[in-house]
Nanobody
Framework: VQLQASGGGLVQAGGSLRLSCAAS????????MGWFRQAPGKEREFVAT???????YYIDSVKGRFTISRSNAKNTVYLQMNSLKPEDTAVYYC????????????????WGQGTQVTVSS
């Protein structure tokens, strides 16, 4: 599976962005998908994950603001980000896990290249 993340950019605080992660290869529907982010000088952290059946969960700091979703027909996972804050500034990575959804980096088998999100105050 190859993953291609897109949709990042520069946005003012309070604004919105939608990230997309397109997967190539077969059997996308069999993978749990996740979004992680890495801010400058910080370790990469979990943001959101969605199972093969569409069950999702989030890190506390984005609950109510971010929504992860997937389209198996389009082999794509999305991250809708609303009410963005400067602390959301990071490179965002999508990842695929053959065993389902997870909040742990080490569970993921495939990673996209990352897309930069910058939120100005």
């Amino acid at each position: 599976v190859q993953l291609q993340a897109s949709g990042g950019g520069l946005v003012q605080a309070g604004g919105s962005l939608r990230l997309s992660c397109a997967a190539s290869g077969r059997a996308f529907s069999r993978y749990g998908m996740g979004w992680f982010r890495q801010a400058p000088g910080k370790e990469r952290e979990f943001v959101a994950t969605i199972s093969q059946s569409g069950i999702s969960y989030y890190i506390d700091s984005v609950k109510g603001r971010f929504t992860i979703s997937r389209s198996n027909a389009k082999n794509t996972v999305y991250l809708q980000m609303n009410s963005l804050k400067p602390e959301d500034t990071a490179v965002y990575y999508c990842a695929a896990n053959v065993d389902g959804s997870s909040g742990f980096e080490y569970d993921y088998d495939y990673w996209g290249q990352g897309t930069q999100v910058t939120v100005s105050s």
